[in-house]
């Protein structure tokens, strides 16, 4: 049963700290794609990488954030330095627009900063 | 600019009785998708279905049920004979033409079914 998996699943970090999370897209998919949830804001695009190159990443908060693709199975958001303001659930969504299927998404990074 | 609106934030119902989630798009774009997804208390977002605005045909899924109307810009999900598995929240989301990149998604209409 193929599926994206995240991790962690939950993290709390304190304020200052480096926060990195994974994603392990489906494998031969080849857009991946980072999604931020808030009570606030609902869900938004943080980025998306097509092939590993980043097409898009207007969502993020580009002083504090990155996101890479290192391999094709491996996509990574890191937060440094993390704020409160931070909390949310990070999604990964992986795909693959030959047929035009659907994104899968991951169960979610929970992170919490306090 | 592209928009979702799901003006229902919360419905509640009782087992068994119909429920129609609404949700009303905006685009320039004349080919486009949309999308429903599920986010159940675990907290996963499940894929439930996904339509190109070419396809205006109503489409039913066991219980589920999706009524696509291009001249109102609405894309509206029944769930006959709800059930309390069905308690989630709700996404509909519109993508731009190259298929499903860059999801906009409305703000979900949270389902709460009772026994």
């Known amino acids: 049963d193929a599926r994206v998996t995240q991790t962690p699943r939950h993290k709390v970090t304190e304020m200052g700290q480096e926060v990195t999370m994974r994603c392990q897209p489906i494998?031969?998919?080849?857009?991946v794609f980072w999604y931020r949830q808030t009570m606030m804001q609902g869900l938004e695009l943080l980025a998306y990488?097509?092939?590993?190159?980043?097409?898009?990443d207007s969502g993020m908060p580009k002083d504090r954030f990155s996101a890479e693709m290192p391999d094709a199975t491996l996509a990574t958001l890191k937060i440094q330095p993390s704020e409160p303001r931070d909390s949310a659930v990070y999604f990964c969504a992986s795909g693959n627009p030959v047929g035009s299927t659907e994104a899968f998404f991951g169960q979610g990074t929970r992170l919490t900063v306090v | 600019a592209q928009k979702v609106t799901q003006a229902q934030t919360e419905i509640s119902v009782v087992e068994k009785e119909d429920v129609t989630l609404d949700c009303v798009y905006e685009t320039r774009d004349t080919t486009y998708y949309l999308f429903w997804y599920k986010q159940p208390p675990s907290g996963e977002l499940v894929f439930l279905i996904r339509r190109n605005s070419f396809d205006e045909q109503n489409e039913i899924s066991g219980r589920y049920s999706w009524n696509f109307q291009k001249s109102t810009s609405s894309f509206n999900f029944t769930i006959t004979a709800s059930q309390v598995v069905d308690s989630a929240v709700y996404f509909c989301?519109?993508?731009?033409?190259?298929?499903?990149?860059?999801?906009?998604f409305g703000k979900g209409t949270m389902l709460l079914v009772s026994p």
């Open positions: 989301a519109l993508s731009e033409p190259s298929g499903y990149s860059t999801l906009t």
């Open positions: 494998l031969g998919h080849n857009t």
């Open positions: 990488f097509r092939n590993r190159a980043p097409l898009d």
